[in-house]
């Protein structure tokens, strides 16, 4: 079986490492493409084993710049196609069935989209074979009545043996000076990924473990207001 990963760009992000971990783990020929941006990760995948292409797409707005890499799915003889994230999911849906693509599998990753491209998603799911989500939750949020697609729910998975080890390498627990539980959060400091939750579950934590701690780590708007509501 040969499968080709369709994503929107190689950043460091959830779903592109959870491709990376993926790939690495599988047994199975692969190709990923990438709509185009950031390369960050393109030497790891390429470490994996796996063809890389950039399918160089500016705007999944303009369906003939979509059907032009239909060609570039058709050569590499595929028998599936895997889409993560919204754009890439349009880009498979349509250039993949003009290639003459019959599986066409979506994984939805998030409960909410930009408006404008959520309805171009909604629009092409007649297109795809199979909708996946990775939590319920998402499932929940992302099921349109329209449309009938099958839907399964699947985690995301984790090495958890080599996650464990790189925290402990970068975070020494011993530096807390604590048995007590320590929490690790890692995401981008956005509303979707609701860290303020957990910091005010920490107030009902440390009633019970006084030395427990919560370490968050990532990037991005929210820094400063997340920093002023952990005091």
């Known amino acids: 079986m040969k499968i080709g990963y369709i994503i ?3 950043a460091t992000g959830g779903a592109e490492m959870m491709l990376l971990r993926q790939v690495r783990h599988s047994d199975q020929s692969a190709v990923v493409f990438y709509l185009g941006g950031s390369e960050e990760l393109r030497h790891s995948f390429e470490e994996a084993g796996v063809t890389v ?7 999944i707005m303009d369906p003939t ?13 595929l028998d599936i196609i895997h889409a993560h ?14 290639a003459g693509i019959n599986t066409i599998v979506s994984t939805h990753h998030n409960s909410e989209y930009p408006r404008g491209l ?11 074979t199979h909708q996946i989500a ?17 839907w399964s729910t699947i985690y995301n998975g984790i090495d958890t043996e080599t996650f464990n080890q790189q925290v402990r390498d970068a975070i020494p627990v011993e530096r807390f000076g604590t048995d ?14 609701n860290q303020t939750a957990l910091i005010k579950a920490m107030n009902i934590v440390t009633e019970e473990f006084s030395d427990a701690r919560a370490i968050i780590v990532g ?5 400063n207001e997340l920093a002023e509501s952990r005091r």
């Open 118 to 128: 959520k309805t171009v998603e909604q629009a092409t799911r007649a297109l795809g």
């Open 8 to 10: 929107s760009s190689l």
């Open 180 to 193: 007590s539980p320590i929490f690790l959060n890692v995401g981008r400091y956005v509303e979707q990924k």
């Open 219 to 223: 990037h991005g708007p929210l820094q």
């Open 85 to 98: 994230l919204p754009s890439s999911m349009v880009v498979a849906r349509v250039a993949g069935r003009a």
């Open 53 to 59: 292409v950039n399918l160089n797409i500016d705007s």
């Open 65 to 77: 710049e979509i059907l032009s890499v239909r060609s570039e799915l058709a050569v590499h003889d």
């Open 134 to 150: 990775v939590s319920n939750a998402v499932k929940r949020s992302q099921r349109f009545p329209l449309f009938t697609s099958e």
